[in-house]
């Protein structure tokens, strides 16, 4: 089985990386930027629509609304970044939001803020990458025919992708995501210029189409209610923000330096790109509606069901560029794109935050191993199940995932905000020094604002989105955080039952006596082994066990036992229901019954092969044995591995695997001094021959 998936693994993902080669992986701030803030720079090209389709419900006289709700969002932004800014500095470990929660405010908090999080990842993932397929479809119809189809495979080469490591994928997004900022940039540039200087008119495809207002004449309470609702929409442009804070260690050196002026950079980016699609969306008179087929009127006609409507960002390229022209396509194609390697920011936090939660023994300690490459790959592959199961049900939908959005990461900044208060408060109560105290009063200041206004910003998106899906993210939430506190009770009561006394205990007495029993069916090389290694370890009482399930071939073993003169006794169990296991099980645990103190060591021979489908015609009542073993007290079970020819090939095949050197590794010349060698390509291939880990059971064949 090593065989047949090392070479498509080494294909898809790449040699394996040796541990001390981790600080290789680390990123520079130029690839930092795409890496971990393409979520929050990417909603751009959806977070402007969120707005007008919102305020649309009341036509479109609501629409003079928007650059109000978007100078919120950008005092929103600017002040999550500045509060964020002070938590990399403070906590520069990579628990970002979790390890302030937790430190400050308690592990109940903590976990609150994990389980947000995680939830807040998964929808990250599935909503990028719906909205990624939406605008694609616009182009392509086979898209959009097999929506969900082409969404799970999207999930599925961006996992493969982060596989092949944080420092590969972040080069490979890098590109598209600097495409489609300047994009952006040029689009808001020329649109100005055309505008204020040439006084150019620009028109949105859907500038000469009217709106339905589902609410006419919404005034007091109405009013500030859709509003707020618009203003929660918008905030979508503020996901993926703590990536940055979880992900410091991924940074080069100074970490928190480099952390925090990415995080600067990030949010300069995205509140200009925001404010000005939403400028030029006014301007060129871009008309959204919830429900187009019904509500978006041309000619006082609906446009009706057959009718796709595009992207604010789609729309006023088209106006600024022209429909076709080079600029309008590049911004297509990188809008699209950008928005499936938008995710790559949910890959980059979920993997990181599943370690630090494993290592705190919230959730199951694979999630803290690295892989090959030196990500984490099980959290990696974790994640993209989840938003993959999440994709299906909702049918890559993004209209339907969005509302599900942005609850679980305000979740996360009030809290932290609220913990990193505390911080200074406990900091402040010992700090002597005038200037240390004079930042951190300035610091405290900047997290309570932040802790305030984040916290409103939440009140607002559960109000106003609960009844639109806010309750399923919840509801994730809810259960991240049974699972998690569930998996810590267990590891806890674990850890308290294997714990060493300091004393003498039952543990550390040595048995009586210890009684080996060794599991024959027939007469063979494998038999004879195991029988020679019994003797080896000089036990107090040894005997041959089998069971009677043919008594014909029991004679027939009886007799060459005989004529063989074997000097160990051998004991045959009858078994009128044709059981081999129960039989076994029952005589073990009376030897148990009858002497307590005494072990009792069970030797199973063992076939090793070398392919994988012979390991379906060998050992497989033994493996029940073992695993029924496992649970009977004071019993020690030992397998003598007996290689079969197959597996003395695989081993010879492996190890010329290992000894390969590809065509013109020779002229290459020696390896640079000081650098430790690759490992071959075929890792986990080595030491044992392949089977011989995974093989189980007796000769019973």
Known sequence: ?????????????????????????????????????????????????????????????????????????????????ASYRQNVHAYPSGGGDYEVATTNLGAKAGLTVASALLVDYVLTVAVSIASGIENLGSAVPFVVEHKVLCAVAVIVLLTLMNLRGVKESGKLFAIPTYVFVGGVFIMIAWGAFRGLVLDDTMRAPTAQYTIKAEHQGLAGFALVFLMLRAFSSGCAALTGVEAISNGVPAFRKPKSKNAATTLAAMGLLAVTMFCGIIVLALTTKVRMAENPAT??????????????????????????????????????????????????????????????????????????????????????????GAATLLTVIYGADSTRLIQLYIVGVFVSFTLSQTGMVRHWNRHLATEKDPAKRRHMVRSRAINTFGAFFTGLVLVVVLVTKFTHGAWVALLGMCIFYATMTAIRKHYDRVASEIAAPEGPSDDSVRPSRVHSVVLISKIHRPTLRALAYAKLMRSDSLEALTVNVDPAETKALREEWERRGIDVPLKVLDSPYREITRPIIEYVKGLRKESPRDAVSVIIPEYVVGHWYEHLLHNQSALRLKGRLLFTPGVMVTSVPYQLESSEAARNRARKRQEWNAPGSVRRGPAVQGRPKEPSGTAGSSGSPAGSSGSSGSGKG
């Open 1 to 81: 089985m090593s065989k047949l998936t090392d070479v498509p693994k080494r294909i898809l993902i790449g040699r394996a990386l040796r541990s001390d080669r981790l600080g290789e992986t680390l990123l520079p701030k130029r690839i930092a930027l795409p890496v971990f803030a393409s979520d929050p720079l990417s909603s751009v090209a959806y977070a402007p629509g969120e707005v007008l389709l919102v305020l649309s419900i009341a036509g479109v006289s609501a629409y003079h609304y928007s650059p109000w709700i978007a100078l919120a969002v950008v005092v929103l932004m600017f002040t999550v970044v």
């Open 295 to 384: 509500d978006l009127l041309k000619n006082g006609i609906g446009v009706g069901a057959d009718y796709v409507q595009n992207p604010v960002i789609t729309q006023v390229a088209e106006a600024v560029f022209g429909k076709g022209s080079f600029f309008f396509v590049v911004l297509a194609a990188a809008t699209a794109l950008v928005l499936f390697l938008a995710a790559n920011t949910a890959y980059n936090g979920f993997p990181v935050l599943g370690s630090i939660l494993a290592q705190d023994r919230y959730l199951p300690r694979q999630l803290h191993t690295r892989g090959d490459r030196l990500a984490f790959s099980n959290g990696i592959v974790l994640l993209a």
